[in-house]
């Protein structure tokens, strides 16, 4: 009736996929002005407090990558498995495992001291790993939904954390609420001047995205991985063993979340406390940081930083704009809605009625 029709569209061009995701964000941006103007805050000026708090601002903005780390480590590893169209939305649970296994090393491991924090992070690695494992064979072998899996482990993990710091893992110099010891010195992480800008966990997430771009885009292994995502039926074809490239796809990228965990733990904390002083959603946040990559674990770089400023600016808005603190999880979820409604702009394109492939076949002939 209208003329036109909607048509699949083959391989959108990087420039439209970057369009669009800004688009997103500055939708999300629009509609979060209008939240403050109908709280009584004048949207420019808002937004002019929270950049010069942050991003012009050397603490500020010093703030903003500490911020961005644990969402750098996450959203990185949700980009990998989700190449290989596994669902992961354990990063939270994944995060809080890493900061466990740390924290018992740390804690109880009579480890060398200049042996400490490498041993902290393998542990990290490994503990994040062992919580992907599950969910990862759960789906491959009995077709488990790991949406579900690995949504229900963060809860999991959650209660650990609070059973560990309530119980065997108290603190002895609790009065309040409860955290365990402080972790010796030799087991802090450096950072960065006077800031709290833990420098080796951001060395990590920085290499790691670089390495998983290198895998995913010049390795035979990165294309039989594009090919589990794009095309399941051809990638079996091929002969690719969907078993052990799903298991392992799954581990590295669990392993880079608990990563995060020790960096939150020995870089910010010194011992483990409340799994929401740990973790302020940020596994939830990196599905974010990972959909706005579009699957480029170079472009996480980017989005963690953004997704960062948005962290970094919950307290401007609390303090200085006496908005509600709940405000950066309200702009999350915008960004989040935005992006799903933005998706069939990708897909499919408007064309006349008539028009495309076919036709221009036919006036070819």
């Known amino acids: 009736m209208l003329g036109v029709r909607f048509e699949r569209r083959p391989d959108p061009s990087p420039l439209l996929v970057f369009a669009v995701s800004l688009a997103a964000i500055l939708a999300a941006l629009l509609v979060t002005g209008v939240l403050f103007a109908l709280q009584g805050v004048d949207p420019v000026a808002g937004f002019a407090t929270i950049l010069q ?110 059973w560990l710091i309530n119980g065997p893992w108290r603190g002895d110099s609790v009065t309040g609420f409860s955290y365990s010891d402080r972790f010796p010195e030799y087991a802090w992480l450096p950072t960065i001047g006077t800031t709290r800008l833990h420098w080796p966990t951001l060395l990590i997430g920085l290499v790691l995205a670089l390495l998983l771009a290198f895998v995913l885009f010049r390795t035979r292994l990165g294309f039989e991985i594009r090919m589990m995502g794009e095309s399941p039926e051809a990638a079996r074809y091929a002969g690719v063993d969907f078993f052990w490239t799903t298991i392992a796809l799954v581990c590295v990228a669990a392993g880079a979340a608990g990563i995060a965990g020790v960096g939150e733990v020995a870089g910010i904390h010194q011992r483990l406390l409340e799994p929401t002083s740990i973790s302020l959603g940020y596994g939830y946040t990196a599905i974010i940081v990972a959909l706005l990559a579009r699957g480029n674990p170079l472009a996480t770089i980017v989005t963690a930083l953004f997704m960062g400023l948005v962290f970094a600016s919950g307290d401007i808005m609390k303090v200085s704009l006496r908005l509600p603190s709940q405000m950066p999880s309200v702009i999350n979820g915008l960004v989040l809605l935005f992006l799903v409604c933005s998706e069939p702009l990708l897909r499919y394109r408007l064309v006349r009625r008539g028009g495309g492939p076919k036709r221009r076949v036919a006036k070819a002939n």
Do not use: C, H
């Open 53 to 162: 708090r942050t991003i012009l601002d050397p603490r500020g903005s010093s703030e903003v990558v500490r911020k961005s780390i644990p969402l750098l480590l996450a959203g990185v590893g949700i980009v990998l498995a989700l190449r290989a169209r596994f669902w992961n939305i354990g990063a939270e649970g994944q995060i809080l495992a890493g900061a466990v296994a740390a924290s018992g090393v740390a804690l109880f491991l009579p480890v060398p001291p200049a042996l400490m924090v490498p041993t902290m992070f393998l542990a990290g690695f490994i503990a994040g790993a062992a919580w992907g494992f599950l969910p990862a064979i759960l789906k491959v072998r009995l077709g488990v939904n790991e949406i579900i899996t690995t949504l229900m482990l963060n809860y999991v993990a959650l209660y650990i954390v609070r």
